[in-house]
C-alpha cells in the first residue's frame, strides 16, 4: 500500500476507535489535536476514583500515566498511518506527582520507518507542570 493510498485518522476517526475499545472508552479521553503535518498528537485524561494513587489524593497512578502514555503515542503514529498500531517498546520516566483535575499528553512522532517509528509523549498536569515522558516504539502499520 503506497503513502498516498492511506486515510489518515482525523478526530471523529480517533474518537470512534476510542469509544469502540472497552479500555480506552473507560479512560473517558479527549481527543485535543490532531496535526498531521507536524506529526502531532494531543489528548485529555480526566481523573477519576479509579485512576488515583490513594484515595482523596487527586494524585494519578503511575500505572494509569504508563497506559495514557501509550495510547497517546499510540495514536500521533496511528492517526498517519490509519488507525491503531502495535506496541514494541515503552519506557516512562516519572518526574513528579501527577495531581489535578486532569493531564494533557502531547506525543511527537520524532522518526517512522518500515519497520518501526519512536514516539516522546510528554504529560502535563493540569497546572502545565510536565509530570512524566515517555518514549514509545511502535510498528507503523494497524494491527
Given at each position: ?6 486515510k489518515k485518522l ?115 498536569a493540569a497546572d502545565g507542570k ?14
Amino acid at each position: 500500500m503506497s503513502e498516498a493510498s492511506v486515510k489518515k485518522l482525523e478526530k471523529a476517526d480517533i474518537e470512534a476507535i476510542f469509544n469502540r475499545s472497552p479500555f480506552i472508552r473507560m479512560m473517558n479521553l479527549e481527543v485535543r489535536e490532531v496535526d498531521h503535518s507536524g506529526s502531532r498528537f494531543a489528548a485529555r485524561l480526566p481523573i477519576r476514583p479509579e485512576f488515583e494513587r490513594r484515595p482523596g489524593t487527586g494524585q494519578f497512578h503511575g500505572g494509569v500515566l504508563a497506559a495514557f502514555i501509550d495510547v497517546v503515542g499510540d495514536f500521533a503514529l496511528g492517526m498517519l498511518v490509519g488507525g491503531g498500531v502495535p506496541t514494541m517498546n515503552l519506557r516512562v520516566d516519572y518526574l513528579r506527582p501527577a495531581t489535578g483535575d486532569y493531564v494533557d499528553g502531547v506525543a511527537v512522532v520524532r522518526r517512522s520507518g518500515r519497520s518501526s517509528a519512536v514516539i516522546d509523549i510528554d504529560v502535563f498536569a493540569a497546572d502545565g507542570k510536565l509530570v512524566a515522558v515517555g518514549r514509545g516504539t511502535y510498528v507503523p502499520t494497524t494491527g
